[in-house]
């Protein structure tokens, strides 16, 4: 298994698990630590210098494991199954785009559905599904030259109602039915809304296509409660052999937050793998 960290490509934001810093620190704290990727969380694809991107990386040696896109609903509002068709239709348009960028910049070439997918507003968990399906499919439409897998993210119901528990999430990507639309687990999110963060990774078996790791409380990997020898066991045991994507609270320090989640995981990677 590889891993990689969350970045996110702004300034400040409200959004409190991405690491916001110089970006040239945070890949030569990347490459130093020996991490192979880096996860962007990009706020307005339309906005970023692509070609200087991929410079960045390549010289630092790092992949893009991921291209996230949650701080488009935090920053901007656009959401996949917004009440207005306007800013509905925005969120489509910035997805086509980071499908491209990841294209462009990734062999893995993903994209996350995250906070991105909005909320229910007062409608009803059909009606609001059936939208989210329908704005998922224009993109596949409008993507399929790139090829992109989308990446389904349940989320706890702190912080979005829709899409919140892994059964739910799976039907949903069944219901799609198309192969480049996976599950993103996140660790924390299901010791959120799951009986067992590890039966979770069982039941998410052939549908994973990602994964985010954090603790319970959304701090670095050995700073809270959770198991990690049992979590990358059950991956292993899954078949999962792709990225770890650390994605969590820069607490104490950003620097601390990625040294610590990275001793953790290795340690653990390393008795096997
Ligand atoms: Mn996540």
Redo the contacts with the bound molecule.
């Keep these: 298994m590889k891993l990689s960290v969350v970045y996110a490509l702004v300034p400040k934001t409200k959004f409190k ?1 991405a690491i916001v810093a110089p970006l040239e620190n945070v890949l030569k704290l990347a490459s130093e630590v020996g991490i192979n990727g880096i996860e962007l969380n990009i706020p307005n694809p339309f906005e970023v210098n692509v070609t200087e991107l991929e410079k960045k990386l390549s010289d630092y040696g790092l992949e893009l494991s991921a291209l996230s896109t949650g701080l488009s609903y935090v920053e901007y509002g656009y959401s996949l199954t917004h009440p207005s068709e306007e800013l509905r239709k925005k969120s489509i348009e910035f997805f086509v785009k980071y499908c491209e960028i990841a294209h462009r910049l990734s062999k893995y070439n993903r994209v ?1 559905i ?1 906070l991105a997918r909005g909320r229910s507003e007062g409608r009803s968990r059909e009606e609001v599904l059936n939208i989210l399906r329908s704005s998922i499919e224009e993109i596949l439409k409008r993507t399929n030259g790139y090829g992109t897998t989308l990446l389904v ?1 349940p ?1 706890n119901h702190y912080e979005t109602d829709i899409l919140n528990k892994l059964d739910e999430t799976i039907e949903f990507i069944k219901s799609i039915g198309s192969p480049r639309v996976k599950l ?1 687990l ?1 660790t ?2 299901s010791t959120i809304e799951e009986k067992s963060p590890y039966d979770a990774i069982a039941r998410a078996r052939e549908y994973i296509g990602y994964v ?1 790791v ?1 603790e319970n409380n959304r701090l670095a990997p050995g700073m809270g409660m959770l198991d990690w020898e049992r979590i990358i066991y059950r991956l292993i045991a899954v078949g999962y052999s792709d990225y770890l994507s650390i ?1 969590c609270i820069p607490y104490p320090t950003y620097e601390e937050m990625v040294r610590t989640g990275v001793e953790t995981l290795r340690r653990v990677l390393e008795l096997r793998y």
């Design positions: 698990a996350v995250g993210e989320i993103l996140d924390y999110h985010h954090a994605e």
